[in-house]
């Protein structure tokens, strides 16, 4: 890519790069399955995140970058949405 002036970082999923115009872009690849953990996990504010990992505790879920589980089993999501269903938050889509 032209655009691109400095890679950063690179290995198998994910990269950082400086741009010609100055911009950093961080790039990330995951799986379908763990798609929306990974999403809530980097696109979240700091204090959303943590009151999702404070309600996944409170519940006895684990939740993290791996995705969700409970009683050492996996749950699984397909959007965002879903885990936020389990625990009867209402979703508020992106602007």
């Not at 953990?37 to 996944?56: D, N, V």
């Not at 006895?60 to 269903?85: A, H, V, Y």
């Amino acid at each position: 890519m032209p655009e691109v002036e400095v890679v950063q970082l690179e290995d198998k999923d994910r990269a950082r790069f400086s741009l010609t115009s100055g911009m950093e872009v961080d790039l990330r690849t995951t799986s379908d399955r763990l798609f929306p953990f990974t999403l809530y996990q980097l696109t979240g504010t700091l204090s959303h995140c943590r009151a999702m990992l404070k309600k996944a505790k409170a519940m006895d879920f684990d939740l993290n970058q791996q995705g969700l589980r409970r009683d050492d089993q996996s749950i699984l999501c397909k959007e965002e949405e879903g885990i936020l269903m389990l625990w009867d938050w209402d979703f508020i889509p992106p602007n």
